[in-house]
């Protein structure tokens, strides 16, 4: 049975400190309303910087296993989203490395622009090298712009997740916007 | 491209880029709760692994350090009544890019390995989570200036750089409230990324002229 949960599904902060202690008692329940509160932010995390359903889910589990074997150490000093969020993304962010050397369908932004020239059969849809030149960014160039980009979060909670300063964030999705003008604009004068 | 233009793409992205399908949260719930709540140990219970993991990084250290002092034996350099041999030749193979950097290259390896051998230790206490977190912010410093300095170019050092960059960045950033928690996450990471094995092979290489 979920409890003290509200109706929009997010645990309200009072709620949840109640339910952190319930949960770090052994108690399932309390844990499992915190997972519902949680589990969809950390999928989608997990998700946009993985790229692939089954190792979302993967790290999903793996990050509320951390979150629950280690929830007496949660000393309430941030919130418990923006803990459940560092974990989240410290953890995607270190499968991604480990994935990336046996992955073989990521590849370089130059290989693939040059697979599908040859081919010739598959007009690329800009949507498609837009998609895979942010693919192609470096890691943690990527991560600062699709967090901060595409899912939202400000340059401090990006700092304090992957461990740099905000200005060093906001450089990185600087960057990143530099490579992805330099990557796409030959595309779009071919089509001008 | 102007950024108006771009701005239009990254607004399409919001929407498009790696959509997460619907997550089977039950089936999820289900492996969480059976591994966190069900397992020998429950939800306190430590990966068996963590401490082998100790164990091995500081067996690799000192493998490391033993490296580096037979790699220095070997060339004549840096013992006490040893020949010294000419840097030229010492470094024939390395790549000419490299040369500048190398010992600030190796003197970071190094001290890299070392700190995460302490880590390793398990000791989570304020100063020495201070005192770690201190280093590796100096640390840090200097494998940034390598990774934007001509050196960084080279493919070999700079994935490990880039590693060591985003390792030493989260143990700058340790805290000892939640230190045990940070700690592992650190830990998993720097062995699942074969850091320590890497940097032992890089300070070979470097010694001997390898890159």
């Given at each position: 049975?979920?409890?003290?949960?509200?109706?929009?599904?997010?645990?309200?902060?009072?709620?949840?400190?109640?339910?952190?202690?319930?949960?770090?008692?052994?108690?399932?329940?309390?844990?499992?309303?915190?997972?519902?509160?949680?589990?969809?932010?950390?999928?989608?995390?997990?998700?946009?910087?993985?790229?692939?359903?089954?190792?979302?889910?993967?790290?999903?589990?793996?990050?509320?296993?951390?979150?629950?074997?280690?929830?007496?150490?949660?000393?309430?000093?941030?919130?418990?989203?923006?803990?459940?969020?560092?974990?989240?993304?410290?953890?995607?962010?270190?499968?991604?490395?480990?994935?990336?050397?046996?992955?073989?369908?990521?590849?370089?932004?130059?290989?693939?622009?040059?697979?599908?020239?040859?081919?010739?059969?598959?007009?690329?849809?800009?949507?498609?090298?837009?998609?895979?030149?942010?693919?192609?960014?470096?890691?943690?160039?990527?991560?600062?712009?699709?967090?901060?980009?595409?899912?939202?979060?400000?340059?401090?909670?990006?700092?304090?997740?992957?461990?740099?300063?905000?200005?060093?964030?906001?450089?990185?999705?600087?960057?990143?916007?530099?490579?992805?003008?330099?990557?796409?604009?030959?595309?779009?004068?071919?089509?001008? | 491209?102007?950024?108006?233009?771009?701005?239009?793409?990254?607004?399409?992205?919001?929407?498009?880029?790696?959509?997460?399908?619907?997550?089977?949260?039950?089936?999820?719930?289900?492996?969480?709760?059976?591994?966190?709540?069900?397992?020998?140990?429950?939800?306190?219970?430590?990966?068996?692994?963590?401490?082998?993991?100790?164990?091995?990084?500081?067996?690799?250290?000192?493998?490391?350090?033993?490296?580096?002092?037979?790699?220095?034996?070997?060339?004549?350099?840096?013992?006490?009544?040893?020949?010294?041999?000419?840097?030229?030749?010492?470094?024939?193979?390395?790549?000419?890019?490299?040369?500048?950097?190398?010992?600030?290259?190796?003197?970071?390896?190094?001290?890299?390995?070392?700190?995460?051998?302490?880590?390793?230790?398990?000791?989570?206490?304020?100063?020495?989570?201070?005192?770690?977190?201190?280093?590796?912010?100096?640390?840090?410093?200097?494998?940034?200036?390598?990774?934007?300095?001509?050196?960084?170019?080279?493919?070999?050092?700079?994935?490990?750089?880039?590693?060591?960059?985003?390792?030493?960045?989260?143990v700058a950033r340790l805290q000892p409230s939640r230190g045990e928690t940070e700690l592992m996450l650190i830990?998993?990471?720097?062995?699942?990324?074969?850091?320590?094995?890497?940097?032992?092979?890089?300070?070979?290489?470097?010694?001997?002229?390898?890159?």
């Amino acid at each position: 049975m979920l409890k003290a949960v509200a109706p929009s599904g997010m645990a309200t902060e009072r709620d949840e400190r109640t339910l952190i202690a319930e949960a770090a008692a052994g108690d399932r329940s309390a844990a499992r309303a915190l997972y519902d509160a949680h589990v969809e932010r950390v999928h989608r995390i997990a998700y946009r910087l993985c790229g692939d359903a089954d190792l979302a889910e993967d790290l999903t589990q793996d990050v509320f296993v951390q979150l629950f074997r280690r929830l007496d150490q949660f000393r309430g000093e941030s919130s418990f989203g923006t803990w459940v969020h560092r974990v989240a993304l410290t953890v995607s962010l270190n499968a991604m490395r480990k994935v990336k050397r046996f992955r073989t369908r990521e590849t370089g932004i130059d290989e693939a622009l040059h697979h599908e020239q040859a081919n010739g059969e598959i007009e690329p849809d800009f949507r498609d090298r837009l998609n895979a030149a942010i693919d192609a960014l470096p890691d943690g160039i990527r991560a600062a712009l699709v967090m901060h980009t595409i899912e939202g979060y400000s340059h401090a909670e990006i700092g304090e997740a992957l461990g740099i300063a905000e200005g060093t964030s906001k450089a990185r999705v600087f960057d990143a916007r530099a490579r992805l003008k330099k990557t796409l604009a030959p595309f779009l004068n071919e089509r001008a | 491209m102007d950024d108006k233009r771009l701005d239009e793409l990254l607004d399409d992205a919001r929407k498009t880029y790696r959509v997460p399908p619907e997550p089977a949260v039950e089936a999820i719930w289900q492996r969480i709760d059976a591994e966190a709540f069900l397992a020998p140990g429950g939800a306190t219970r430590r990966p068996t692994d963590r401490r082998f993991g100790a164990v091995t990084w500081r067996v690799a250290a000192a493998s490391l350090v033993f490296g580096v002092l037979a790699g220095r034996w070997t060339s004549g350099v840096g013992l006490p009544g040893a020949t010294e041999a000419d840097p030229a030749q010492v470094t024939s193979s390395m790549s000419p890019v490299l040369r500048p950097y190398q010992k600030t290259t190796e003197e970071l390896l190094g001290k890299t390995a070392v700190l995460l051998a302490a880590l390793g230790t398990d000791r989570t206490s304020a100063s020495f989570s201070s005192h770690v977190s201190d280093q590796a912010a100096q640390l840090l410093g200097t494998a940034r200036m390598l990774l934007d300095s001509p050196a960084g170019s080279e493919p070999g050092i700079r994935a490990l750089l880039l590693d060591l960059e985003l390792t030493l960045a989260q143990v700058a950033r340790l805290q000892p409230s939640r230190g045990e928690t940070e700690l592992m996450l650190i830990n998993e990471a720097v062995a699942e990324r074969d850091i320590v094995p890497r940097i032992r092979s890089a300070v070979v290489d470097l010694s001997g002229g390898g890159y």
